[in-house]
């Protein structure tokens, strides 16, 4: 699997968290009413922020970019809307038409279709291009688990991944896991699993993300934090709701161009920071807002240092990119 170079944030549209979350169950109540599945979602460029990105931070997403008029991806389809079944949850197909969301298929540098991707813990991955037979679309799926696994997701359901460890890919090569952490990897919520599985409140604020509400998650992390001042998994997760329900709400194209219209507004600079952040651009994220800290001064540094530590909060503890960005910014302010 490969990560999209260059990876950019989708077009959104102005739509609060909670707007997102209304719409979203509108559209699931539709889904259910025509015989939809829980396990297939239809995604749009209004609600890829919260129903694949967020939503990836406790199941894996796989993301099957296709077009009706398009033959190989009829043929591609079926085939992942039945895997996704069988996997009863253990993974999320997020659909994508890419004529009706032609901003999202243009972020996500779509060059030919089916395009299939996986989104893990925040990070886009690239899966395969055309359609494959089944025995090795379940090598894909197989991976995409066992790497899921890895950043703390194991299978809800219990049903082990396809494919062996070792097992040969697709082209006849060995195919090794992506290491988690690797660069441009984005944090997963499903960290410090031991502590979250015995903490009953930390499992109903994975489901609340799972179901896309944002709101409740962060009501509940508060709540937990409230009560236990400090909390480490509740501090870093409700850093990170915070980060997608702002994201939620930006119109990337604006927020680029603003951010570059305006080098010197750490506001600006830190909603680019928050589009990177939220796409696995972790250092590009972290460069923009020390870039802010070293090109301002008085409550504008401030501003900017601020928004970067808690950019820091999200990250596991010990991360390497975090602590290389901290001792850069102790050079800028001292």
Not at 7 to 36: C, E, H, I, P, T
Not at 73 to 90: F, M, N, R, T, Y
Not at 100 to 129: E, T
Not at 135 to 162: C, F, H, K, N, S
Request: charged letters at 25%.
């Amino acid at each position: 699997m490969q990560q999209p170079r260059d990876f950019s944030m989708y077009g959104a549209v102005d739509l609060g968290a909670r707007q997102a979350a209304v719409k979203r169950r509108q559209q699931a109540a539709q889904s259910q009413a025509g015989g939809g599945s829980e396990f297939v979602i239809d995604v749009t460029d209004a609600t890829f922020t919260t129903d694949v990105v967020a939503r990836s931070q406790t199941v894996p997403v796989v993301i099957d970019l296709w077009a009706e008029w398009c033959g190989p991806c009829k043929q591609l389809s079926p085939v992942l809307e039945k895997l996704a079944e069988e996997a009863g949850g253990d993974w999320i197909l997020a659909k994508v038409d890419v004529d009706a969301n032609p901003q999202l298929g243009a972020a996500l540098q779509v060059q030919s279709i089916p395009m299939v991707l996986a989104a893990i813990g925040g990070q886009l991955l690239q899966l395969f291009m055309g359609a494959l037979p089944e025995p090795q679309v379940r090598q894909y799926i197989g991976e995409v688990l066992r790497v899921a696994e890895e950043m703390g997701m194991p299978p809800r359901t219990g049903v082990p991944a396809a494919a062996d460890e070792g097992e040969d890919g697709p082209d006849g090569q060995p195919e090794a896991a992506a290491q988690p952490g690797a660069p441009g990897a984005g944090p997963a919520m499903a960290g410090a699993p031991d502590e979250v599985l015995a903490d009953p409140r930390l499992r109903e604020v994975q489901e609340a993300v799972t179901a896309g509400d944002l709101d409740s998650a962060a009501q509940s992390l508060e709540q937990i934090l409230a009560a236990s001042p400090g909390h480490p998994v509740a501090k870093a997760w409700l850093a990170q709701v915070d980060l997608f329900r702002r994201v939620s709400s930006y119109d990337p194209a604006k927020v680029r161009r603003e951010a570059d219209e305006r080098p010197g507004d750490p506001e600006a600079q830190a909603r680019a920071a928050d589009v990177e952040f939220a796409t696995g651009q972790i250092d590009a994220s972290f460069d923009r807002m020390l870039g802010a800290v070293g090109c301002t001064t008085g409550d504008d540094r401030d501003r900017a240092r601020k928004h970067l530590l808690g950019l820091f909060d999200i990250m596991p503890p010990g991360d390497p990119t975090v602590a290389r960005a901290r001792t850069r910014l102790s050079s800028l302010l001292f």
